[in-house]
């Protein structure tokens, strides 16, 4: 008798994605095509102008990054919230962890990874056309240590718009991010009242988490070095599992 899996299929997963790419596919398509037009154009005009400006044009690349993965996240269970479309997509038969994998291999894998090859052949179709030679290293801030780093920083703070994706119900992108600044302003004055209250002054000077010349050295130390620590360290690696673990709730609250 087949011991069928009813948690995880690769099978199953591959059908979804499938499914949410080809059903999606014009949208897609149409999305990439303007912005990775809009970012030739852009790199037209700077290398027109100044050719060696081509080098520096990766930041513009990376706030593409950042906000188009953003905005094609908070979107990604869109059909969990139509009214049209939610019960089809429910009683697809995948699992929730299925719905998840699915969702965030879309979202923060396959995205910025498209999302380099795009503005790879940006910058060669901008080189081609001007007819400008392709200098050394004129793809490295695309294709390098630092360009990794900021693939990883997208790969952390991603999660978190996958979380308001499935949380929120409508206008996902923007309710996430006032979210972010809500809690980062309210987390900013519990630290300032609870350092005021503990030691009567708080300190920021850009540097230094809490300088205060009445503190031991042990105090010091833990809170302008274990406590950095310690923030590093949930940034980097729990983040993303926590907001995963928080959207599998939601995908299982709204199965139910």
């Known amino acids: 008798m087949e011991n069928k899996n009813n948690t995880f299929s690769f099978n199953r997963l ?17 999305a990439f095509a303007a912005i990775a037009g809009s970012l030739l154009v852009i790199a037209l005009l700077t290398g027109y102008s100044s050719p060696t ?12 990054l950042f906000i188009g993965g953003f905005v094609f996240t908070s979107n990604i ?9 939610s019960i089809p997509f429910l009683t697809l038969p995948v699992s929730k962890l299925e719905r998840l994998v699915n969702a965030w291999l879309l ?3 396959l995205f910025p990874i498209l999302a380099f090859i795009a503005f790879s052949l940006v910058l060669l179709l901008a080189y ?20 990794l780093k900021i693939v990883i920083l997208y790969f952390i703070t991603q999660s978190i718009f996958l979380f308001g994706a499935v949380y929120f119900r409508k206008h996902n992108f923007l309710k996430t991010l006032l979210s972010l600044f809500v809690i980062q302003n309210v987390i900013g004055l519990f630290a300032a009242l609870v350092g005021y209250l503990l030691f009567g002054t708080f300190q ?17 130390r833990f809170f302008t070095v274990t406590i950095v620590e310690i923030a590093k360290f949930a940034f ?3 983040t993303v599992p926590f907001f995963l673990i928080l959207t599998w709730f939601g995908i299982k609250e709204r199965q139910v």
């Open 204 to 220: 920021f000077d850009g540097n230094e988490f809490v300088s205060n010349s009445s503190f031991t050295p042990g105090m010091e």
């Open 77 to 85: 269970f869109a059909e969990l919230h139509s009214p049209q479309k």
């Open 53 to 64: 400006s081509l080098l520096n044009i990766g930041p513009l690349f990376y706030v593409v």
């Open 107 to 109: 979202t923060a894998i």
């Open 128 to 147: 081609l056309i001007l007819g400008i030679p392709i200098p050394a290293g004129a793809f490295a801030m695309l294709w390098s240590a630092k360009a």
């Open 14 to 30: 591959f059908l979804l994605g499938k499914r949410q790419v080809v059903g999606n596919f014009s949208g897609l398509l149409i």
């Open 236 to 238: 980097y690696y729990l």
